[in-house]
């Protein structure tokens, strides 16, 4: 049974945070910057959903909840939980992730701080910085990921749908 808990937490893993550093023009160090607040962290993630290559992370604002739906290598897996922020630039996603094989946990926390109106992000405490948002924003930019639509929730129902059975 760890086993299939250490295989669903890397497909989350793998999921969310392996196509990010792929996007970066080049990981490095940024100097001295100011850690994104709050208040902004809520505004960029709040009510929006991160497309990832096999799915997506939903963040909703009401009650801070998080759901996620993602078929990375072909087989299904759903994240429900909370997305937490605080005023030192951190992100917080804490879920439970559930496939057909098992189910398991996760934490997974992302920095961003901002030089001038650019922001940087990395997988906290020990990724490498990449720019998250241009200023001015860039078509390519993984920020622009984040869309206003629930790309989730009729994949959930789906899933849950297929799995009432079992």
């Known amino acids: 049974m760890k086993q ?3 295989w669903l937490a890397g497909v ?8 990010l550093p792929a996007l970066a023009e080049k990981a490095y160090t940024p100097p001295p910057t100011a850690p994104v607040p709050a208040s902004e962290l809520k505004a960029i993630y709040g009510d929006r959903t991160w497309l990832w290559s ?3 992370g939903r963040f909703d604002t009401g009650d801070n909840h998080f759901s996620a739906y993602t078929r990375e290598g072909g087989k299904p897996s759903v994240g429900q939980g909370r997305w937490v922020v605080d005023d030192n630039g951190k992100l917080c996603i ?5 496939a057909s094989n098992g189910n398991a946990r996760a934490a997974t926390c992302f920095g ?3 030089i ?3 922001i940087f992000q990395r997988r906290h405490p020990f990724g ?6 241009h200023a001015p ?3 390519g930019d993984e920020a622009a990921k984040l869309v206003n639509a629930d790309t989730v929730a009729s994949h959930i129902r789906q899933w849950q749908a297929s799995t009432s059975g079992n």
């Open 137 to 139: 924003e860039r078509k």
């Open 4 to 6: 299939k808990h250490l």
């Open 116 to 118: 001038g109106d650019t």
């Open 128 to 133: 490498h910085w990449y720019v998250f948002r």
């Open 54 to 56: 096999a799915g997506g």
């Open 94 to 98: 804490l879920a439970k992730w559930y």
């Open 112 to 114: 961003h701080v901002k």
């Open 12 to 19: 989350f893993l793998v999921t969310v945070l392996g196509p």
